[in-house]
């Protein structure tokens, strides 16, 4: 026989192997990663909410604070911070705990979770003292400063462990 008229033909190689359909592995690997997503968002939303009145409370400190700036009166100005924190704390809190509180026991209140006396001996003892003063005695900056950080401190600390 003539090699010319063989009938031989070229090697034929199977197709590649397609990556689609998936392996059921694949699948059940897809399934873990969303739902491992889904419950980080989850879980990245409902702190982003319960950090609201945090959020919410700093910006208005400092709108405080830039307003006493401008106007300079020591009772308006502890006033609004002493309102600032209550109706803050009231939203970490139970309204029963905090709702009642007054004075010393207002303060040592403030104080939980801190990491040392910032209120009831510190540089927030003026949040009592300032909205019953003479509006027309004048406030050393430094202290004006002092309470600021103590308060902002006290709106950044998560109350009882919470976040």
Known sequence: ??????????????????????????W????????????????????????????????QLKQHAEDYMRHGNAVRFGTELSELLRRTMLAYA??????????????????????????????????IEWPYRDPDLAVDKSDVAALVDAVRLRLETPVGGRS
């Open 1 to 26: 026989m003539n090699p010319v008229e063989l009938p031989i033909r070229d090697l034929h190689l199977p197709d590649p192997v397609s990556f689609w359909p998936l392996a059921p592995g694949w």
């Open 94 to 127: 139970p309204r029963q705990e905090v709702a009642g509180l007054t004075g010393e026991e207002w303060l040592s209140w403030l104080d939980r979770d801190l990491d040392r006396s910032h209120f009831l001996e510190g540089d927030g003892r003026p949040l």
């Open 28 to 59: 059940v690997l897809i399934a873990l990663a969303v739902t491992g997503f889904v419950f980080l968002l989850r879980k990245a939303l409902q702190a982003r909410r319960e950090s609201a009145a945090r959020r919410l409370a700093l910006r």
